[in-house]
Antibody, heavy 116, light 113 residues
Framework: EVQLVESGGGLVQPGESLRLSCAAS????????MHWVRQAPGKGLVWVSR????????SYADSVKGRFTISRDNAKNTLYLQMNSLRAEDTAVYYC?????????WGQGTLVTVSS | DIVMTQSPDSLTVSLGERATISCKSS????????????LAWYQQKPGQPPRLLIY???TRESGVPDRFSGSGSGTDFTLTISSLQADDVAVYYC?????????FGQGTKLEIK
């Protein structure tokens, strides 16, 4: 069974950092590009970042560029999102997704709350 | 960035009736090299992650009931639920994967009348 399990969310203060993880199983992780998508409470879906299958190429939404870093460890079948200088507007559920162009598999999400 | 605009924002339909959601992109998402529309539809129920319903604008994902169908090309797309079931209550999103940043529509909330 294809599965993505996010972890690492929590409550942090503005300006602090957090690292999210996404553990993948049930498929050949190293063959897929991966993305992070977030959803603020009661709001819609917003694409955050993507990484290619070997980690050599990344892209970011303008709203997180320079603050967030996506990475992966194919030996551990794990995707990461390092989030620095967090702001209140980063508060959201963060989903990792597998992509074969479209997002065909989603994790359950991990909630990040940025508040003083 | 490609802007995706869905209509309506909310929709109330009777059980067994047809539901239709529109999605328009600010530029074409038809990729000439593969002649495919880079457009997907997702369903999201409360407290759950999104679920892929349709990709390439009209290809139904495995396991998705055949009452769900997608159509359209270029900049205008439609998701149709042919006979609404109670389990279809959800928010529906279109998304373009033609170019980074991948963008979603604002969502359409579907309810039962």
């Amino acid at each position: 069974e294809v599965q993505l399990v996010e972890s690492g969310g929590g409550l942090v203060q503005p300006g602090e950092s957090l690292r999210l993880s996404c553990a993948a199983s049930g498929f050949t992780f190293s063959s897929y590009w991966m993305h992070w998508v977030r959803q603020a409470p009661g709001k819609g879906l917003v694409w955050v970042s993507r990484i290619n299958n070997d980690g050599s190429s990344t892209s970011y939404a303008d709203s997180v560029k320079g603050r967030f870093t996506i990475s992966r460890d194919n030996a551990k079948n794990t995707l990461y999102l390092q989030m620095n200088s967090l702001r209140a507007e980063d508060t959201a559920v963060y989903y990792c997704t597998r992509t074969a162009y479209y997002f065909d598999c989603w994790g359950q999400g991990t909630l990040v709350t940025v508040s003083s | 960035d490609i802007v995706m605009t869905q209509s309506p924002d909310s929709l109330t339909v009777s059980l067994g009736e047809r539901a239709t959601i529109s999605c328009k992109s600010s530029q074409s998402v038809l990729y000439s090299s593969n002649n495919k529309n880079h457009l997907a539809w997702y369903q999201q129920k409360p407290g759950q992650p999104p679920r892929l319903l349709i990709y390439w604008a009209s290809t139904r994902e495995s396991g998705v009931p055949d009452r769900f169908s997608g159509s359209g090309s270029g900049t205008d797309f439609t998701l149709t639920i042919s006979s609404l079931q109670a389990d279809d209550v959800a928010v529906y999103y279109c998304q373009q994967y033609f170019s980074i940043p991948y963008t979603f529509g604002q969502g359409t909330k579907l309810e039962i009348k």
